[in-house]
């Protein structure tokens, strides 16, 4: 039993609802095997058929009423179930909002969506199945075995006695295959993704020449594939069998028992049919319970990710921040952020332009997402205005900014409706002249539907240099006073990232500027630079001062240009 | 669907036969469980006088309730089996489809993973079999079944059952399909919508949590979720109403059956011992063909698989295995146009080029200026409409896929594959001994690195090589080409996305490594420039500047402010 069902909203009142139900159907199933094998008893005896049509009757009705019962378990079960899923999608999308893109790409943006999108169905089928299941497993069979107790004792103990063979065996059969089936578990793993992985690589293959014989590879993997998993299989089913097996051997074993005490007429003919007809219906909810048993594993685990999710999430933070204003400045004190950054000391003024350069590893994304509030300082504080801010993780920051990173997310949308993703109520005109700003213009003529063209995905796609100029003509539509850029050209070809450069230097005048990026031909158009080694600012000034300096920044430069070693 | 299906069946159709088989006996086996019990406990209540008189009936019964577990057991076992087996046939098939067009792949599907989605939807085909397949077929046999044994007793009731039966075997299915149809379509549907929203979302967060409009996606988001949440309500509900109506239908039959077969005993056509017996088999015989319904209605989840696979169109190429010999390894470019099937532009124009055995050319041009697709051309992929393209005077696309015996490409995502360093090195050429594996090893500068690992060069590479840096998969890839030795090597953008000085060093690595061979270097940057013979630049498909560094540095205005952004000026 898992007591976490018991803590969801609204959960107990289901239980009760359900277990309700479940007694009266407990009831209405013995009623129905009473009057079904008083009917065939009379029939037997050949009175007319008035007389059992009665007892037919009463048992259709017995019979109608149990599964009504049924249907609106069901309904209840779904509708509880679509309840729970819901506000746990709901609480799951806002955790993974409020804990950002850092922490997003720390979880794996992949393994987020299996999560909401098959996690989520599954944990439904799983409350779905299991509230019912799990009552009738307990209620049905006690108020069965009851009324058979009260009928034919022998029977009765021999129901009883079934039941705790058949779950030890369970356990051994699930103790034993665990154990086949994880001693092969890798190679299963390897086999099973092999082919998977070939499409993946077929590139790779054609220009090795390896590609037509692959083929036999793909052949013979999946056969071996088949035969493991065939193995596995083998001890995957046997609960199942075993549930089978013990379930129709005790109703032979009941029937044969009330044969011979019809014999010695012990028993009578009606007692022994409703006992013939109730041992099966006492085995069916632990032969459902075992069919749905991978279904509510799946969504116990799905459940147990969620929780992980949850229990990151800090509250939001109501911190009230001011605008940025001219003669503003931030000052970072003492700002760490565990393993990636030490220490760090700068000041940001306003409208000013700074570079942060550094070797791959040096810390610039990091310190990139604690400006662009994307994950809080694991020590020290940020001074604005006299006041100090433990995090710029809010909405008040946040909104000030402007973000520009390598890889543009093109939303699946119009090109409209992506341009002015910041600002939802510019005009057509105001889209127009950005697009125009951006250098756009010509991709615009050349798609049939103008501004109205679907892109991203499942519509058009555009080149890494049309993405950047979407991110761009964004920023402009969008008009804040600070704008971050996380590497905007490195993937670019370089006479793209010419023609990109004019467009950006004159998107720089009059606005605060946050640029981190290996590209140092931008470093000169820069303020302030500050150059990062292992986490921390080793150097910090304007790109001549740092040249007549001849320390770090000079031999970053020296480094790309290959004149040391 | 049904097509695809039948070839398959008739493919295996002794495991196939065995499975279902073994499917009716088990059914079979529930329902002669209860005849048989309903029939001893009404034969031993009429207290015959020697116990042997019911002992064969009590052997059958015992026999009975363990036949069922059995033969059901042996059924998921060999039903499984069969088809895996189909599975594995249809890998093969789609591999063999897609591996000539493998390079253009991208150019003509543009959803996401593509290949993923193919390989999972082989997978969902194993329900199609196993869940209505199967099913339906077993199903309907028992319904042959009862309705044969019943008419051997009393044939115009075993008709009027046949036609009762049908209604839960036949009609119930087909509205089902019917109904739910559209519906299920849809909700599939949905689901796609919601796939393709969270993806954009989630790598998108940034702009929304920036734009301050994350709650309106939330809730835009949630509220598209509850819209497929309903499509799946409104299939749930009708298949707990379905449930209901059939669940009704037995017990009516229950009692038809049962006055039947009391009249037929009152008639003394059957013993009165048998009433029993027919009034309780009708239950486990309905529980066998109420999954028809649900069987059937699944169909259209497996379409959209089958459809994707289908629209992988086969084209038939020869294998060519005898590489052509070439006396000398000089590419030539003469007069060469090539315009792409739909395109109104050629995306080369006039192209005239020579390459010598053992030069170093760079390219470069914007995306879409057509560097591409003159790989392509060189590797003998893409035919010229106008003009050749001749490596050793032979024509490239007489090659097939032996031009890899004197190219090697290295590109931009060289793929490793799960298995270990040592295998994914050894692709380029399995005979290797493991002292020329440690040799390209040390080339390629990643013996340091390799044997830090706890296991060396037999580490795994995990998927998709997630264990190793770009720089690191880059220099494992070009161990790959080392032991591979071609006399000419594509290097089609190795270094994007790698920062300046990792690309510099693995640049020079390359350089190093690849010295006496033919390179052609297709770049977005200037990055090393001097190291080259020539330096070619396109735009629109045509060369529109060509020469060395010290030529294009001292006459190119353009050439000398790109290069300074390298220099980082």
Excluded: C
């Excluded at chain 1, 999108?117 to 108020?143: C, D, H, N, S």
């Excluded at chain 1, 994880?182 to 998977?196: C, G, I, K, W």
């Excluded at chain 1, 051997?249 to 009606?270: C, K, N």
């Excluded at chain 2, 008419?151 to 839960?168: E, H, N, Q, R, T």
């Amino acid at each position: 039993m898992d007591k976490q069902l018991l803590q969801y909203e609204g959960s107990k009142k289901v239980f009760l609802q359900i277990g309700v139900i479940t007694a009266l159907q407990a009831v209405a199933i013995v009623m129905q095997a009473i009057y079904l094998a008083k009917a065939i008893t009379q029939m037997f005896h050949g009175a007319p058929s008035k007389t059992a049509l009665m007892s037919f009757a009463i048992f259709l009705l017995a019979f109608t009423i149990r599964h009504a019962l049924q249907w609106a378990k069901e309904r209840i079960a779904q509708h509880y179930s679509e309840q729970v899923a819901e506000q746990y999608r709901e609480r799951l999308l806002t955790a993974i909002f409020a804990q950002g893109p850092y922490q997003a790409s720390q979880y794996g943006t992949g393994s987020l969506l299996t999560l909401v999108l098959e996690g989520i169905p599954k944990f439904k089928t799983y409350v779905q199945l299991f509230i019912p299941r799990m009552l009738a497993m307990v209620i049905i069979p006690t108020a069965i075995v009851l009324y058979v107790l009260t009928q034919d004792m022998i029977s009765g103990i021999t129901l009883i006695i079934v039941l705790p063979v058949l779950i030890i065996f369970l356990i051994l059969i699930g103790i034993v295959s665990k154990n086949k089936i994880n001693a092969q578990m890798e190679t299963y793993r390897l086999l099973s993704r092999h082919f998977v992985d070939s499409l993946r690589g077929l590139v790779t293959l054609k220009y090795l020449g390896k590609s037509k014989g692959h083929r036999d590879a793909i052949a013979t993997v999946s056969n071996k594939y088949r035969i493991a998993t065939n193995y596995a299989l083998r001890y995957a089913f046997l609960s199942s069998f075993a549930l089978e097996f013990f379930a129709s051997l005790s109703v032979a074993l009941v029937a044969v028992g009330l044969g011979y005490r019809l014999i010695e007429g012990m028993v009578f003919l009606e007692m022994a049919l409703t006992v013939l007809i109730l041992a099966p219906e006492y085995f069916m909810p632990v032969r459902e319970l075992g069919n749905d048993f991978h279904a509510t594993k799946d969504g116990q685990d799905a459940a147990k990710e969620f929780e992980k999710i949850l229990q990151q999430q800090q509250p939001e933070l109501a911190i009230q921040m001011p605008k940025w204003q001219v003669n503003d400045t931030l000052t970072l004190q003492h700002v760490s952020l565990e393993g990636r950054l030490k220490e760090l000391e700068a000041t940001i003024g306003h409208n000013e332009r700074i570079g942060i350069v550094g070797s791959s590893g040096a810390g610039k994304s990091s310190l990139i997402a604690l400006l662009a509030g994307n994950i809080k300082p694991s020590e020290g504080q940020f001074l604005w205005r006299g006041q100090t801010y433990d995090t710029l993780t809010t909405p008040d920051w946040r909104k000030q900014l402007s973000y520009i990173p390598q890889h543009t997310t093109i939303f699946a949308m119009t090109l409209r409706d992506n341009i002015r993703f910041y600002a939802p109520h510019a005009t057509d005109e105001e889209v127009l002249a950005a697009i125009q700003q951006v250098g756009l213009s010509p991709l615009v003529k050349r798609f049939p539907n103008g501004l109205s063209e679907a892109i991203g995905q499942g519509g058009r796609t555009l080149s890494g240099g049309e993405e950047q100029r979407v991110a761009l003509a964004r920023a402009l539509l969008q008009q804040q006073a600070i704008l971050l850029f996380d590497e905007p050209t490195a993937h670019l070809d370089i006479e793209t990232e010419h023609d990109i450069k004019q467009i950006m230097l004159s998107l720089f005048e009059e606005r605060t500027v946050i640029f981190a990026t290996h590209r140092l031909h931008w470093m000169p158009h820069m303020d302030k630079i500050i150059v990062l080694e292992e986490g921390h600012i080793v150097e910090i000034g304007s790109h001549e001062a740092l040249i007549k300096r001849n320390g770090a920044y000079v031999k970053l430069r020296q480094a790309q240009r290959g004149e040391v070693e | 669907m049904i097509a695809h299906l039948w070839h398959y069946m008739k493919k295996y159709k002794l495991a196939m036969a065995l499975t279902i088989l073994m499917g009716i006996l088990a059914l079979l086996s529930a329902a002669m469980l209860t005849f048989t019990s309903g029939y001893l406990i009404s034969r031993a209540s009429e207290r015959p006088e020697n116990i042997m008189m019911v002992y064969v009936t009590t052997v059958i019964v015992r026999a009975l309730g363990i036949s069922r577990a059995v033969f059901h057991y042996v059924e998921r076992l060999v039903g499984h089996n069969a088809v895996l087996e189909i599975l594995a046939k249809m890998r093969v098939l789609l591999y063999e489809a897609l591996e000539p067009q493998a390079l253009f792949i991208r150019e003509r599907f543009t959803t996401g993973d593509l290949l993923g989605t193919l390989a999972d939807d082989i997978e969902h085909l194993q329900d199609a079999y196993i869940r209505t397949v199967f099913p339906t077929l077993i199903g309907l046999f028992v319904l042959l079944y009862a309705v044969i044994a019943l008419a051997v007793i009393d044939w115009p009731f075993a008709l009027l059952m046949a036609l009762l039966l049908g209604v839960v075997a036949f009609v119930y299915p087909a509205w089902s399909l019917f109904k739910m149809k559209q519906h299920q379509m849809k909700a599939q549907q949905a689901q796609r919508t919601l796939y393709t929203t969270l993806t954009d979302a989630f790598l998108g967060m940034q702009d929304w949590l920036i734009s301050g409009r994350s709650h309106e996606f939330i809730t835009s988001f949630l509220g598209q979720a509850k819209e497929a949440d309903k499509l799946e309500r409104t299939l749930g509900h009708w298949q707990q109403s379905r449930n209901l109506q059939l669940q009704l239908i037995t017990g009516v039959f229950v009692i038809i059956v049962g006055l039947w077969a009391g009249n037929q005993a009152a008639e003394g056509v059957i013993l009165p011992t048998y009433i029993a017996a027919f009034t309780l088999v009708v239950m486990p015989i309905l529980e066998g063909l109420i999954p028809m319904s649900h069987a059937i209605e699944r169909i259209p989840v497996y379409e959209s698989s089958l459809q994707r696979i289908n629209a992988i169109k086969r084209e038939e190429n020869e294998a060519q295995t005898v590489a052509p010999t070439i006396a000398h390894t000089t590419i030539a470019f003469q007069h060469v146009q090539f315009t792409y099937d739909q395109a109104t532009t050629p995306a080369i124009a006039q192209v005239d080029l020579t390459i010598q055995a053992g030069e170093k050319i760079a390219i470069l041009g914007q995306s879409g200026a057509g560097k591409s697709t003159l790989v392509q051309l060189l590797l003998g992929n893409l035919q010229a409409q106008q003009g050749k393209v001749t490596l050793g005077d032979t024509l490239t696309t007489q090659f097939g896929d032996t031009i890899y015996d004197y190219v090697s490409v290295l590109n931009q995502k060289p793929y490793l594959f799960a298995t270990s360093v040592e295998n994914n090195i050894k692709l380029g050429n399995q005979q290797a001994t493991d002292e020329e594996v440690a040799n390209a090893i040390a080339i390629v500068q990643l013996q340091d690195y390799l044997s830090t690992l706890p296991l060396g060069i037999k580490t795994q590479t995990e998927e998709t090589g997630q264990r190793f840096s770009g720089g690191e998969r880059q220099r494992l890839a070009l161990a790959r080409i080392l032991l591979k030795n071609t006399p000419i090597v594509v290097l089609d953008e190795p270094t994007v996305g790698l920062d300046p000085i990792t690309e510099r060093q693995l640049m020079t690595t390359t350089f190093q490594a690849l010295q006496n061979k033919t390179i052609i270097w297709v770049t977005h940057h200037l990055t090393m420039m001097e190291e080259m013979d020539r330096i070619i630049f396109m735009e629109e498909g045509e060369i529109v500047m060509i020469g060395t560094h010290k030529e294009l540095f001292s006459n190119n205005e353009r050439y000398r402010q790109l290069y300074a952004l390298d220099y980082g000026d």
